[in-house]
């Protein structure tokens, strides 16, 4: 095995010793992810907390409650984080057309690939720099939901929950490094999928990315990415 | 202000980065954008569970394991994507662990590149870094005899993909 070896030795190639820059790097990744970590589960303990006390609240409060007793503390958290679906009335998008979007979403960008839609309170604020949040970055997905046909180089859907998009048959497919993002796979007639983003945190139900889904129509030019 | 843990990972990169770059080139069949991913990757894992790294029986077990993990969650994230999709992909240069190194190294790259992740990684910890098979299973998470199934397979498939190369077939995989 000794020339097998030699071989993986010249693919390896050699040892290059790392910068400090990239040190540094390496190091504020792991700090930014350990507090990532930790703030999510301070944030699941909190969550916890709040709907006990709402759950307490509406409890005692039930049969007797006045507008004056409303849980002030738990009700903007809980707002915060619910986005609805509304008719979608703006310019309609080129490679897909939607009949819906989230109250108070605008389309971001759209081409024959791809459709990204973003919370409009991203808008008007120039001077932002797209590269230190990508919620103004009309290239990343992180944030919004993409629409898109499915990749040239991909495989179908992984296990998920079966579900009707309208008359068409769909998988929500939980995205491993995420909580409640998930994407819609939505069996087109013409063999590739369409696949519909729901970032993490954007407030949607399964529900409503479903009915999401269904209004989101293929037009003839679409066309499917690659990598 | 730098803490214990902030000073033990510095030095740990400092030290083991070149050489999980040199590992993680080869899992991923010299895909050297997907390795500095890896690393950078499998790097950020142990710096969260660093406590953990440092009471593991076996630190570079550890390691290994973390990086074939990586790798794992590297192929499934491909489809939860990031940034928009194009029609068409643009030209691309070479990068550097694609210089032209001969038609040996070519064919083998490519061989390698065909074969699953995990019999890639089998072949690389256990014909490169001359791990035994329980060494090798514990990183790939598997049992002893899938190491054996999986690095004879492999092996075979590397055989047959570099067929046409006399030279390999002479001195490499076949003895």
């Known amino acids: 095995m000794t020339d097998l070896r030699n071989h993986l030795e010249g693919i390896a190639g050699p040892a290059v010793p790392p910068t400090m820059t990239e040190i540094d790097a390496d190091l504020k990744r792991g700090r930014h992810a350990l507090r990532r970590r930790r703030a999510v589960q301070v944030a699941g303990g909190s969550t916890f907390a709040v709907a006990a006390l709402v759950a307490a609240v509406a409890f005692a409060g039930s049969g007797a409650q006045t507008p004056g007793d409303s849980p002030q503390a738990g009700a903007p958290a809980v707002a915060e984080g619910v986005t609805h679906l509304v008719a979608y009335t703006g310019k309609q998008p080129k490679g897909f057309t939607i009949d819906k979007a989230p109250d108070g979403w605008f389309v971001q960008a759209d081409d024959e690939s791809s459709l990204l839609l973003a919370p409009s309170r991203i808008k008007g604020k120039p001077g932002v720099d797209p590269s230190q949040d990508p919620l103004y970055d009309d290239r990343s997905f992180v944030g919004k939901i993409a629409v898109m046909l499915q990749s040239k180089d991909e495989q179908g859907p992984r296990d998920g929950k079966a579900v009707k998009v309208g008359d068409k048959d769909g998988v929500l497919v939980k995205s491993l490094d995420s909580t409640d993002g998930r994407t819609l796979w939505v069996k087109q007639p013409k063999g590739a999928y369409l696949l519909i983003q729901f970032w993490d945190g954007i407030g949607l139900s399964q529900d409503e990315m479903v009915v999401f889904g269904a209004g989101v129509h293929v037009n003839k030019d679409a066309k499917q990415g690659v990598g | 202000m730098t803490s214990e843990r902030d000073q033990q990972f510095h030095d740990f990169v400092r030290a083991r980065r070149a050489g999980l770059v040199r590992t993680a080139t080869l899992l991923t069949a010299g895909d050297a954008h997907l ?89 690389v910890f256990r014909y490169f870094y001359d791990l035994d098979v329980a060494e090798t299973a514990d990183a790939l998470g598997c049992s002893h005899g899938t190491v054996k199934s999986q690095t004879a397979r492999a092996l075979d498939r590397l055989r047959e993909a570099l067929q046409s190369n006399a030279l390999f077939l002479r001195q490499g995989v076949t003895q």
């Open chain 2, 35 to 123: 390795a500095e991913d890896l690393v950078q990757s499998t790097l950020t894992k142990l710096y969260v569970a660093w406590p953990a790294f440092q009471r593991a029986h076996s630190p570079e077990g550890y390691v290994r394991r973390v990086l074939v993990n990586a790798l794992t969650d590297e192929r499934r994230r491909l489809w939860w994507r990031r940034e928009r999709p194009t029609a068409e992909l643009p030209d691309r240069p070479h990068t550097a662990a694609e210089p032209a190194r001969g038609e040996l190294d070519d064919g083998l790259r490519t061989a390698l590149r065909d074969l699953p992740p995990k019999m890639r990684a089998a072949v």
